[in-house]
């Protein structure tokens, strides 16, 4: 059985904090270069 991530971090960050605000732009940062190395810019929609 696949579980989803994002509902186990919601679950284990329930405080959120700097280090959690950090991560998720770190996270988000990490997809928006790999979407950009496909060609994709959806990214970078506002």
């Known amino acids: 059985m696949v579980r989803s991530a994002s509902a186990e971090d919601l679950s284990q960050t329930?405080?959120?904090?700097?280090?959690?605000?950090a991560g998720a732009k770190a996270i988000l940062q990490?997809?928006?270069?790999?979407w950009r190395g496909k060609g994709m810019l959806f990214a970078e929609v506002p």
């Open 14 to 21: 329930a405080e959120p904090g700097p280090e959690l605000d």
């Open 30 to 34: 990490r997809h928006a270069d790999w």
